[in-house]
């Protein structure tokens, strides 16, 4: 078991590793190498300029020495990573960090709200679509969720905003809040502050449904598969023998025992939601950290698109790690699996 | 078992003809022309049968031959797209059948976009799904069977692969090759799906090479790929099947969204991704008049990734070792009344392994 720990923390650490390299050589390989450009474009607007100036410019912006051997390159990209520092953005001129931070917590809470949202109604939709195997309930239901699990999110999305947003203009077609929101959130002003609140949640409301139709038909057949397994078990069959009540039994033997390998899914599925938002808040023009991979990408920003990136990947080796070390405690039974892996 | 060790049998005892107790059973040998019906009874006629059988698979198989055969004869029959080739922004049937999907804000053929942009659609799921059916197979096969060390390297580099967030990476790979070529495209979109298939397949050849006709081969000194080839692949086709269909989701999903963006590269690709992101700029949503332009495309993609789903549901059952080892033994006894069916039926049992 030990092992098992030290294995799988030495395997994040190689995972961060090998993306951090990744991302340093594509950045290099990136088309019109930025770091060229941007001196070329330092050089024609500077001419007083020392080369020695150009080259710590070029340096703060990309955390690359140009010039400088690969290695030596590579080491310097690795430590000012390791320190936070994701470079600067070329056509913002802020420090990519910044920009992120300021719109990871956007992302976090609509990604974070829609996923809970899909589990909690996937898991019950699931469960009772199992106990009414073979019923009309059950047969609508799964066709239901095979089609809208078939969906990408995006449609869903395009969709909703088509008709919610702009034929029946119920919902903002775009923004984090409105323009005339103060943004409040303080304890001495809980009305100015419930009225934010109030409107930010207005605003993600489509994004957040977009996902959560989609998401949540895959955890719901999911979990009737689980439940339909475990409701075959002998265990279950003693437990009615004992007499124990109906509700009980569909909580503590089929629910518990159906939920648990969803763990790990939904801990995964965590870092997966910050990935995918990348389409769906272009969709809502919704400025978290997705929509900034873009708004990158069209303005040849790499530093900006390389920052996202980073951070993406950061937090799906967390959530991994994260499942791996704590399933264990979770549900006791993998423990004694836990080594083979 | 009888049959598999029957067929594994007769290539080493063909080797090592030296033997009295061998000659007896080199008389069984198939002839060439009965192995290559057997095979197909396995590979063709038995899955094929399954699918047909099970309702969702029909449907399923039925919408994705609708889209293929689009694909392939659709761009000939049907004219191409050209600006001002009609009216502008008339509506679905307006003018008869001379635009049956109506036409778009240049006047170009709305159903003759979608019929143009199928084919290299095809080909990017063709590319993308072989890709990851290759690599993960390999991958996962060499790392489950072979143990050891090349399992340890090979696991550490198929979770790195799994971990990192594969849109964000496509975007940016995309960003950086501009593939143009559907092929080339369909590589990119599948750069991190093999890991998944890799994984799942190493896991199911774990638990298929500690099986005793597996250590029979090993003990009759086949070599390692043969032994993959003829004892291990067997076992995970229909599992490969789903994950080709699956792969082929993933490439549908991630080029529309991309060519939606505008991230991946188009000037003379029409794509239902690039309708999609035409018609919303030029505004589809806010007039109802041109409601058509959108939904053809999105009805497009959603007709197909439901068929894809449909299927792969509907071939889970292909995993489920009974309905195989009942489909098989039919196949067997149809064709081969020589009592092959029953040992197509153990097979079938083991066949299905999990």
């Keep these: 078991m030990q092992r098992y720990y030290v294995e799988r923390t030495l395997q994040a650490i190689v995972t961060v590793v090998s993306v951090m390299s990744l991302a340093f050589f594509l950045l290099r390989l990136m088309p019109g190498n930025p770091a060229d450009a941007y001196r070329a474009e330092l050089i024609q607007n500077n001419p007083q300029m020392t080369q020695a100036e150009i080259d710590h410019r070029v ?3 990309l955390n690359v020495i140009p010039d400088a051997p690969l290695h030596e390159q590579y080491v310097n990209y690795v430590t000012g990573l390791l320190q936070g520092d994701l470079g600067e953005s070329i056509n913002e001129g802020v420090p990519v ?30 469960a009772m679509m199992a106990y009414k195997e073979g019923s009309y309930f059950d047969n609508g239901f799964s066709v239901g969720s095979i089609l809208f699990n078939s969906i990408p999110n995006y449609i869903v999305g395009i969709v909703l905003i088509w008709f919610l947003g702009y034929r029946f203009e119920l919902f903002p077609t775009g923004g984090r809040y409105s323009t005339d929101m103060e943004p409040t959130v303080a ?33 719901a057949l999911r979990m009737r598969g689980n439940s339909i397994q475990i409701l075959g078990e002998d265990y279950l069959r003693v437990a009615r023998l004992r007499g124990l009540s109906e509700r009980r ?19 995964i599925a965590i870092g997966f939601a910050l990935g995918g938002s990348v389409i769906l808040e272009q969709v809502f023009t919704y400025p978290g950290v997705g929509y900034y991979m873009i708004e990158g990408l069209e303005a040849r920003d790499y530093p900006l698109m390389m920052g996202v990136f980073l951070v993406m990947t950061v937090a799906v080796v967390l959530g991994v790690y994260i499942a791996d070390l704590t399933y264990g405690i979770i549900d006791p039974r993998a423990q004694t699996r836990g080594g083979e892996h | ?126 590319a ?23 399992d340890r390297a090979l696991s550490l580099v198929t979770d790195i692969v799994m971990t990192i967030p594969g849109l964000p990476l496509i975007v940016i790979l995309a960003a950086l090759l501009e593939p143009q070529n559907p092929i080339v495209t ?64 993933q490439v549908i999903f991630a080029s529309v969204g991309l060519y939606f963006l505008g991230v991946l590269p188009y000037d003379s690709v029409v794509n239902w991704g690039v309708m999609i992101d035409q018609a919303v700029s030029g505004g589809a949503m806010h007039v109802a008049s041109m409601a058509h332009w959108l939904v053809a495309p ?49 097979t079938g049992a083991g066949g299905g392994v999990r």
């Design chain 1, 59 to 61: 340096e703060r912006k």
């Design chain 2, 186 to 249: 369909g590589l990119i979109l599948t750069v991190n799906v093999w890991a998944g298939l890799a994984r799942e397949i190493r896991s199911q050849v774990l638990s298929i090479s500690r099986h005793s006709y597996v250590e029979a081969s090993q003990a009759m000194g086949l070599s390692t790929p043969s032994i993959i080839v003829k004892d291990i692949l067997p076992n995970i086709m229909p599992y490969v099947l789903i994950t080709f269909v699956n792969a082929a989701r």
């Design chain 1, 187 to 219: 304890l001495l002003e809980p009305l100015q502050t419930l009225a934010f609140l109030g409107d930010a949640v207005w605003h993600a409301a489509l994004l957040i449904a977009s996902y959560t139709v989609v998401a949540a038909g895959g955890w």
């Design chain 1, 97 to 126: 960090a910044e920009i992120i931070a300021e719109a990871l917590p956007w992302t976090i809470f609509t990604m974070a709200t829609a996923l809970l949202l899909s589990f909690a109604i996937g898991v019950s939709l699931g």
């Design chain 2, 1 to 126: 078992m009888s049959e598999r060790s029957e067929r594994t049998g007769t290539e080493p005892l063909h080797a090592i003809e030296d033997g009295d107790a061998f000659e007896a059973v080199s008389e069984t040998t198939l002839t060439r022309k009965e192995r290559y019906q057997r095979l197909l009874d396995r590979w063709v006629l038995a899955p094929g049968r399954i699918v047909w059988s099970e309702r969702r698979a029909r449907i399923g198989a039925g919408i994705i031959l609708l889209y293929v055969i689009l694909g392939l004869i659709g761009p000939a029959l049907y004219k191409e797209p050209r600006t001002n080739q009609g009216p502008r922004s008339i509506a679905p049937l307006a003018e008869g059948l001379a635009y049956p999907l109506g036409t778009d804000n240049l006047g170009r053929d709305i159903l003759a976009q979608i019929v143009h942009a199928t084919p290299s659609m095809l080909q990017m799921i063709a």
């Design chain 2, 128 to 150: 993308g799904g072989l890709f990851v059916t290759v690599m993960g197979v390999t991958v996962g096969t060499v790392a489950g069977y072979s143990g050891g060390r090349t």
């Design chain 2, 298 to 346: 999105l009805a497009t993609i959603t007709l197909l990734s439901f068929g894809l789903i449909l299927f792969s549901q509907g071939t889970d059952r292909m995993f489920n070792p009974r309905v195989r080892a009942r489909h098989a033994s039919t196949t067997g006894s149809d064709d081969d009344p020589t009592g092959a069916g029953d040992g197509a039926a153990t």
């Design chain 1, 249 to 267: 039994i569909a909580t503590r033997y089929v629910g518990r025992n159906a939920v648990l390998p969803l763990y790990t899914a939904l801990l």
